[in-house]
């Protein structure tokens, strides 16, 4: 199929594998449609599981227009939301290689964008991939086995496949050409951060009250993200039991559900001196999470390995210290703005937390650099890499750009 020379760039975008409590990869596809969806230069069709039209009407800045979610309903300013995909992920795969290619077929896109490691396997249609780590081929120890056997594959169909692949860091980008030695061409795309939401002042009424509800008080130790293997999180608690003793109302707080591997923690907080300051909140809804970054007294992320890390960035836009893992993709990102700490090496992080608990000038210096690193990182910034790997692999013409390309690779 030829594409047309001019008009709004038909994308075809993936959605269907957004939980209804999203983090991590989840966060990534919706912040995206949301930027995607705002432009003027894009018609996009967002492809969802039944049921969930209406949230993406919503984040694509559109208004319910009365069909039900068993159908495709209508363009809302550019968008098309089709609420057809099974539910469960098992089912949710096979419709993505059966139903999904001859959907594609019928529609009007000219690209069609996986967001999360798997893709149609079969189709006319030009395709991007999100490749956002190899710690499925490389750590499947941190893995449940069916996502291992699942996505581990899908990682090196879309390498041979894919037309075009979204890397969310350079350093996932060098990992997948070292292991897969991918057909397609790399796009190096950066996560972007929503600074209306994620910003160091409070809103009106405060912080307090939200953080009453959720069982916190300052001054607090805060880890946000999926309780799982690779984000250490038992070195983290470890780490609080040592510096507890000379910080008496000190707590720390686990915020995140847990996933699969998550007994590790729960024994980890179950042998801890301070196990009665260790606060677990469960899933936090999105209107809490920014207050929860930018009231910690230091804010820990000792992840052993990252394709992004977005917490970590939405720390340092909330004006939280930062202490995280050397050698990873988020002290790539932090570019100086955080305390790095080597890979399970608990006696460093407590020092870590201890110093930035201690506060000091170079605390507030720190504070500062990671607002400005932040300020770099936007979703609209996101989307139009997102946009110059759709264009590339549809083979439409980029508009001129004074910035250049950006990086790819």
Avoid at 185 to 210: K, L, M, N, Q, Y
Avoid at 369 to 393: C, D, F, I, Q
Wanted: net charge positive; glycine share 10%; with cysteine.
């Amino acid at each position: 199929m030829t594409p047309p020379a001019a008009g709004p760039l038909r994308v075809s975008l993936d959605v269907s594998a957004v939980p209804a409590q999203p983090v991590g990869a989840g966060r990534y596809i919706l912040d995206l449609a949301t930027a995607l969806g705002g432009r003027p230069d894009v018609a996009l069709t967002l492809w969802s599981r039944r049921h969930d039209g209406a949230r993406w009407r919503h984040a694509t800045h559109g208004a319910t227009d009365g069909t039900t979610d068993g159908a495709t309903d209508g363009a809302t300013d550019g968008a098309t939301v089709a609420a057809v995909a099974p539910t469960r992920r098992p089912p949710r795969l096979v419709w993505e290689q059966v139903r999904l290619p001859g959907l594609l077929a019928r529609s009007r896109a000219e690209v069609h964008h996986a967001p999360h490691y798997t893709m149609p396997e079969r189709s006319h249609l030009p395709r991007v991939v999100t490749i956002h780590d190899l710690t499925f081929l490389e750590h499947p120890e941190w893995h449940e086995r069916s996502k291992v056997l699942v996505l581990g594959r899908a990682i090196r169909v879309a390498a041979r496949r894919a037309e075009a692949l979204v890397c969310v860091s350079h350093a996932t980008a060098g990992r997948l050409e070292a292991l897969c030695r991918p057909t397609g061409r790399i796009f190096v795309v950066p996560h972007g951060v929503d600074h209306e939401r994620f910003r160091p002042a409070p809103g009106p009424d405060g912080d307090g009250a939200v953080l009453a509800a959720l069982g916190v008080r300052p001054p607090y130790v805060l880890f946000l993200g999926t309780l799982e293997p690779r984000k250490a999180v038992p070195d983290l608690v470890a780490a609080f039991d040592r510096v507890a003793g000379a910080e008496p109302d000190l707590s720390l707080v686990l915020a995140g559900r847990p996933a699969w591997g998550e007994e590790a923690v729960a024994r980890a907080v179950a042998g801890a001196r301070a196990t009665g300051r260790i606060v677990r909140t469960g899933y936090v809804p999105d209107e809490a999470v920014p207050v929860l970054l930018r009231g910690a007294a230091v804010v820990a992320y000792p992840a052993l390995e990252e394709g992004f890390g977005l917490p970590a960035l939405e720390a340092l836009a909330c004006g939280a210290p930062l202490v995280t893992t050397a050698g990873t993709t988020m002290a790539e990102l932090a570019s100086g703005a955080a305390w790095l700490v080597a890979p399970g090496a608990v006696g460093s992080l407590a020092e870590a937390l201890a110093g930035v608990v201690a506060g000091g000038p170079e605390v507030r210096r720190r504070r500062e650099l990671g607002l400005e690193v932040a300020a770099r990182h936007t979703w609209a910034a996101s989307a139009e890499g997102h946009l110059r790997a759709y264009r590339w692999a549809a083979r439409r013409p980029a508009p001129p750009s004074p910035g250049g390309e950006g990086p790819d690779r």
